[in-house]
């Protein structure tokens, strides 16, 4: 069952994308799509799940509300994944996720504050796997804000490290987050 929730959470991918008119928020053109997946979902959580499948659910539910603009919904099922969660990976993870829903929210300081805790929880339990999601979550959120300076540093530090790792998704993601940011910096300069 978990593995046919994933094979259609795939599916889901292709109706989502990153407008840049909303500062690269993950956005849905079928929204349809979403709510059935919903419709179908959520009823399964009565069932008797393992941690990992329930932990799998609640991010994948918050997930899929967020690019629906649901962000009370979303900001729920990632609180529920966070009690769930099962090691300090997960835990980071689902702290930017949560972030990133109170961000959908409006509630850019509470997104700013999880992201540090992340932040936090990466360099404590040394796993610096997340730093370039979490500096490029950051700069994000900085982008919206209007601090765009911050949010140049955060996508330079995200793009140098995603440049070590070399991949390539990652790093066209992060150049366009910077490249986005430059055009917002040099259209407030234009404007003074």
């Given at each position: 069952?978990?593995?046919?929730i994933?094979d259609e959470?795939?599916?889901l991918?292709?109706?989502i994308y990153?407008?840049?008119?909303q ?10 799509k979403c709510?059935a ?6 009823p399964l959580?009565?069932?008797e799940?393992s941690k990992?499948?329930?932990?799998f659910?609640?991010s994948t ?7 629906l603009?649901?962000s009370r ?6 609180e ?5 969660q099962l ?5 980071i993870?689902?702290?930017?996720r949560?972030s990133?829903?109170f961000?959908y929210?409006n ?7 999880l992201?540090?805790e992340a932040?936090?929880?990466s360099?404590?339990n040394?796993?610096p796997y997340?730093?370039d999601?979490?500096?490029q979550?950051?700069?994000k959120?900085?982008m919206e ?8 540093e955060d996508?330079s ?15 066209r ?13 040099k ?6």
């Amino acid at each position: 069952m978990i593995r046919q929730i994933k094979d259609e959470l795939n599916g889901l991918q292709s109706s989502i994308y990153f407008d840049e008119r909303q500062f690269l928020r993950e956005q849905t053109n079928a929204p349809d799509k979403c709510w059935a997946f919903i419709y179908k979902v959520e009823p399964l959580l009565e069932k008797e799940w393992s941690k990992e499948d329930l932990y799998f659910l609640y991010s994948t539910l918050g997930y899929v509300y967020r690019v629906l603009n649901k962000s009370r919904e979303a900001i729920a099922f990632f609180e529920k994944a966070l009690r769930l969660q099962l090691n300090h990976n997960q835990e980071i993870v689902t702290l930017i996720r949560l972030s990133e829903a109170f961000k959908y929210a409006n509630e850019h300081q509470k997104s700013l504050q999880l992201l540090r805790e992340a932040m936090n929880q990466s360099t404590v339990n040394s796993i610096p796997y997340y730093e370039d999601f979490i500096l490029q979550h950051r700069g994000k959120c900085l982008m919206e804000l209007g601090e765009l300076n911050g949010a140049l540093e955060d996508f330079s530090q995200s793009l140098a490290i995603r440049k070590r790792k070399g991949n390539k998704e990652l790093i066209r993601s992060t150049q366009k987050a910077f490249d986005l940011c430059m055009k917002c910096l040099k259209e407030r300069q234009g404007t003074k």
